[in-house]
């Protein structure tokens, strides 16, 4: 059975200074965030268990703009939901990077069009769109990467399956971290082998693919692309 609490004042203090540090425009345009813990706790064993999900999958956290309606009655314009097991199991450096991985979906729409940005100086770029009760107005943001796909699938079809596909695409420059598997690394069980993906050959790749030793660090963290019109201009 899932239960629900506040998060306590070290959370929120992360919280804050991962928008201080990273999301000046949240900062600045005065969007608010709240934290809860969703968890689920065995009774006989008094273990907790991973609970949070998103889009049928294991999430650590996911984030979502709060509506209007709750808004209105002073309720903060994001709601965090972090996964208490999953929380514990985290370091420092790994707690924070998370968070940041939370807010980073929250964009700010601007009082024309597009959404707010910095400026050279660090400064919002233009005024934000505000509500009927003067609170801004959000967006959540989509990954800049997102991957899935079967394993049997890959073992059908190798080169010709889109799993494959996508994760050879993943494998440029710009995205050679965006599918890992392990701590960022390919560590095959019979050796020791710490290239990064886009090191590998296809057929090293499409190896690593189909043996289920390790799974891709990009596995649906959040439910921001769940949201409804979040994906409208």
């Known amino acids: 059975m899932q239960t629900y609490e506040k998060c306590g004042r070290p959370i929120q203090s992360l919280v804050n ?3 201080r540090r990273w999301h000046q425009v949240l900062e600045q345009c005065g969007v608010t965030i709240a934290a809860i813990f969703v968890d689920d706790v065995d009774k006989e064993s008094g273990k907790s268990h991973q609970t949070l999900k998103a ?3 294991a999430a650590a956290a996911t984030i979502a703009i709060v509506p209007l309606k709750y808004r209105v009655l002073g309720v903060a314009d994001t709601l965090l939901t972090v996964d208490a097991a999953t929380w514990a199991k985290l370091d420092d450096e790994e707690k924070t ?4 991985h939370e ?3 929250v964009l700010v729409r601007a009082a024309k069009r597009g959404f707010v940005g910095l400026d050279g100086d660090g400064k919002a770029d233009r005024s934000a769109r505000l509500d009927d009760h003067r609170r801004p107005v959000l967006k959540l943001r989509l990954h800049d990467w997102q991957l899935g796909g079967f394993r049997d699938v890959a073992q059908r079809h190798r080169s010709a399956a889109i ?3 996508a994760a050879r695409r993943h494998r440029e420059p710009g995205g050679q971290y965006a599918w890992d598997f392990g701590s960022g690394r390919i560590m095959p069980e019979d050796a020791l082998d710490d290239r990064l993906v886009a090191e590998l050959t296809d057929e ?3 190896d690593a693919m189909v043996t289920g030793q390790r799974k891709s660090v990009v596995q649906h963290l959040d439910a921001a692309d769940l949201e409804a ?3 409208e201009p």
């Not at 990077?97 to 940041?100: F, G, N, P, Q, T």
């Open 103 to 105: 807010l980073e979906h």
């Open 55 to 57: 889009g049928g999958y």
């Open 163 to 165: 799993e494959v596909q």
């Open 97 to 100: 990077a998370l968070v940041d």
């Open 17 to 19: 200074d991962a928008r």
């Open 204 to 206: 090293e790749l499409l």
């Open 229 to 231: 019109g979040h994906g």
